[in-house]
């Protein structure tokens, strides 16, 4: 299984950017999906999550500017991210809980990264 981030890129803070990951090999189901980021001389944190039915969490430091939404066809999730700021600069990751049969346990998977960089 690989999960496949791209979408980042240095923009200007108040600006835009939407992020994709997609999720590619044997893949029974996925359950949650979710992204992360770590910023410089920072611990990974979460920044939004979601589940095989659409439910949404959100870290408060991104909630009304953050969007996470999925395509479970395409085995793929998005990050919309606007009004970015400063702060936000970090590698973003994203991680997927799946199955890759159904005897198989679920556990997760990790992309590889794509940074974010927000100029003031």
């Known amino acids: 299984v690989q999960l496949q981030a791209s979408g980042g890129g240095l923009v200007q803070a108040g600006g835009s950017l939407a992020l994709s990951c997609a999720a590619s090999?044997?893949?029974?189901?996925?359950?949650?999906m979710g992204w992360y980021r770590q910023g410089p001389g920072r611990q990974r944190e979460s920044v939004a999550g979601i589940t095989s039915g659409g439910t949404t969490n959100y870290a408060d430091s991104v909630k009304g500017r953050f969007t996470i939404s999925r395509d479970n066809a395409k085995n793929t999730l998005y990050l919309q991210m606007n009004s970015l700021k400063p702060e936000d600069t970090a590698v973003y990751y994203c991680?997927?809980?799946?199955?890759?049969?159904?005897?198989?346990?679920?556990?997760?998977?990790w992309g590889q990264g794509t940074q974010v960089t927000v100029s003031s």
């Open positions: 090999g044997r893949i029974f189901t996925i359950n949650n």
């Open positions: 991680t997927a809980n799946l199955k890759q049969s159904y005897f198989s346990e679920r556990r997760d998977y």
